[in-house]
């Protein structure tokens, strides 16, 4: 029982940069934008952030520094992508590539670092032990002991479920994806309503960057996403661009990662132990591709 509530715990540690970045990117998913510069962002967000927390040593310092270096990253993807009309898919992998790159230069050039920087100086986000939580059981356990961005991405979680169903802004931010000449022809700012999402988006992923870099181990390593980008992409695609569902898979995607962690402790080669989060994802989005398409026959028409 103890071991179970140890993975569920940091099921929400792991999951968190995964279900800020997947929430965020539903809004440009639900604006008819596919955002595949998540990942870039995240980087961006977990840099800059390091590099303030260093500099400055206070960590709203930085955690402002990371959502503005996003912001600009979500300006640059839409003027590419929305404003130029330029392949939104190309334009967030160059800009994937531009910041890992980037990243990689200005710790070397600058920091005279290759791969990792860390520094004493650099602070860090700290757990709240949250005293309601504290006498609950069970709950308790897995909920408490988190630090500010894990209670972030819960609250997110709801923020947008209520902005996209509930709010004029997430009424239009759905028209626009679903029938965007129609959205035209009743006069709504497209473009805008275009990058307000991929911005909002933006905003997210800078928080899930400073989550990765400065929750436990307080450095920046080159490429320090590891991926987590895409995997919110695909938690996106599983959960059918809803808030709850993306959690939910965003969850489960956390949990495969926290529980190859609990398994390393076993005589197994580390390689395939690390394996398991991948083969997760992979055999989740294959059972969603499953149930997305039955019901279809061969020739691609919807049986009623």
Do not use: W
Request: some cysteine; glycine content about 10%.
């Amino acid at each position: 029982m103890d071991e179970l509530l140890l993975i569920l715990h940091s099921t929400f540690r792991m999951s968190t940069p995964i279900a800020l970045a997947a929430i965020g990117g539903i809004f440009a998913h639900r604006a008819g934008v596919l955002n595949v510069a998540l990942e870039g962002m995240m980087l961006i967000g977990a840099f800059v952030g390091v590099m303030a927390s260093f500099l400055t040593g206070s960590v709203i310092i930085a955690i402002i520094a990371a959502i503005l270096s996003a912001i600009i990253l979500g300006y640059i993807f839409s003027f590419f992508g929305i404003t130029m009309k330029g392949n939104v898919i190309i334009t967030g992998l160059a800009i994937n590539t531009i910041v890992l790159g980037l990243t990689a230069y200005i710790l070397q050039i600058f920091f005279g670092q290759r791969g990792v920087f860390s520094n004493p100086k650099i602070v860090g986000l700290k757990p709240l032990d949250i005293p309601i939580l504290r006498d609950i059981p069970i709950i308790g356990d897995i909920l408490n002991h988190h630090t500010p961005m894990v209670y972030i991405s819960l609250i997110s979680l709801f923020v947008a479920h209520f902005t996209l169903y509930h709010t004029k802004l997430g009424l239009y931010i759905r028209t626009v994806g679903e029938k965007e000449e129609a959205a035209h022809s009743v006069g709504l700012p497209v473009n805008r309503l275009k990058y307000t999402a991929v911005l909002i988006g933006a905003v997210l992923c800078g928080l899930g960057g400073i989550n990765i870099a400065l929750e436990n181990v307080t450095m920046f390593v080159e490429n320090m996403t590891t991926g987590r980008g895409f995997i919110a992409l695909a938690a996106i695609f599983s959960g059918q661009g809803t808030p709850i569902g993306t959690f939910v898979f965003s969850f489960l995607f956390g949990f495969a990662d926290a529980l190859q962690i609990r398994l390393q402790d076993i005589d197994i080669p580390g390689a395939y132990i690390q394996m398991i989060p991948f083969l997760f994802i992979v055999v989740v989005l294959t059972i969603v591709g499953i149930f997305t398409v039955r019901g279809k026959t061969s020739r691609g028409f919807k049986n009623e």
